[in-house]
């Protein structure tokens, strides 16, 4: 049995209508910015392309405290405590109690719709689109910031996401491994991103790796023009009715909408009467409509929204220590809160507490309480040493119109001659 098919139902299910699991994206941090992408140095215009590798990203590379908008952190790091919470409300109450809408009342007991309820207070499904989208603004910025050209920085962008994304994924494979006894085989393809069973919120790391190349390619090209933007994003609504349930489509309005943030005026996301509507739709929508794509839609548009006014400077309270400690270690705890639920879930769950509220409690509290120390390690040891030591990869092109070297205008003289 594993974990996600085991008595905590938290499942690892990817279907885009009703995504239980949850994601933390993949993006770097909350920084504006991304280590190690700058150029290696000068080109001469009459070199052929050529790959080159600088060392370890220098400390200098990753943008400066002073840059860093603390702000998404903090809303990254409240992301990830809501998915852990909210996964708590699904292990005590059940799939069917945590899916359902307004329309399923009449046929719930009482405990449960309060319990549904409740679990608003912590809408893990919300916490996926805010984390797509935040991706999708994060990377979208460090390409305006850097001026990523396809050929040059596609290596070194290929580079940094696998550095970010893998290494975390493979540590935090291990023990889920030894837990269920997991084959050699199986525990290689959970490390790998290739399969899930293991660990059922790996889909969301799998959209992540797909969709930060879609994310590149179009950054390379449209160059940041707003119309193209606009069209791409047209053109990915259009084509999700044609791939319903397939992850790598439905998602990629969330991310473009992302990167279409700082196009955007920071007084639209500032305004008091946008931000609240697009709170509430970001927390109502699937008690009121249920998972599927019209939640989706408006879930999307929330987080967008939410995560312009929090990039424009709203929301001091999440440029806070305890904001900012759960940001910095939300990727490792996203990963390891599954291991938090499988140590501390049999034992709560069998504990004669009586309500369902109190179960939900005493599960957050010891799973997080286990989650977090894993997460400290995992970040400390693991995620900042490996960030900071990837190599620098750029490709050298020549710039267009440049005259070939001496060298071979030397040889091909010499050809014409002997000739």
Known sequence: MRFQEASLNVPGRCQPAGTATSPLLGADASSVGTPGSETTGAVAPDQRSRVAVKGPSDPADILPESKRNHALDGLRGIAALSVAVGHCFMAVGGLTMWESSIRDFPRMSGTDIVLRLVSLLVPAESAVMVFFVLSGYVLWTSFQRKNFKFVADLPDFVCWRTY??????????????????????????????????????????????????????????????????????????????????????????????????????????????????????????????????????????????????????????????????????????????????????????????????????????????????????????????????????RVAVPAAGSSPRPGVMRAAASMILRN
């Open 164 to 393: 970010r994304l893998f290494p975390l994924a493979i540590m935090s494979a291990v023990p889920l491994g030894l837990l269920v006894n997991a084959s050699a085989r199986e525990l290689v393809l959970n490390m790998l991103l290739l399969h899930r069973s293991l660990n059922g919120v790996l889909w969301t790391l799998q959209v992540e790796v797909v969709a930060s190349l879609q994310l590149f390619t179009l950054w390379c090209l449209t160059r940041g023009v707003g119309w193209k933007l606009a069209v791409a994003l047209a053109l990915s609504i259009a084509a999700v009715p044609f791939f319903r349930g397939n992850p790598y489509v439905v998602f990629v309005p969330a991310f473009i909408l992302g990167a279409s943030i700082s196009l955007v005026s920071p007084t639209v996301w500032t305004r008091r009467s946008i931000l609240s509507v697009a709170i509430v739709a970001l927390v109502l929508t699937n008690l009121l409509f249920g998972f599927g794509g019209v939640s989706r839609c408006f879930e999307i548009l929330g987080a967008t929204v939410l995560v312009g006014a929090v990039a424009a400077g709203r929301f001091g309270f999440l440029r806070s220590r305890v904001s900012h400690f759960l940001g910095a270690i939300s990727y490792p705890f996203y990963l390891t809160h599954p291991i938090g639920l499988f140590l501390a879930g049999p034992v709560v769950l069998s504990l004669p507490l009586g309500s369902p509220f109190a179960k939900v409690f005493v599960l957050a509290v010891s799973s997080i309480a286990l989650a977090i120390p894993l997460a400290w390690v995992l970040h400390v040891f693991v995620e900042d040493p490996v960030m900071r030591a990837r190599p620098r990869i």
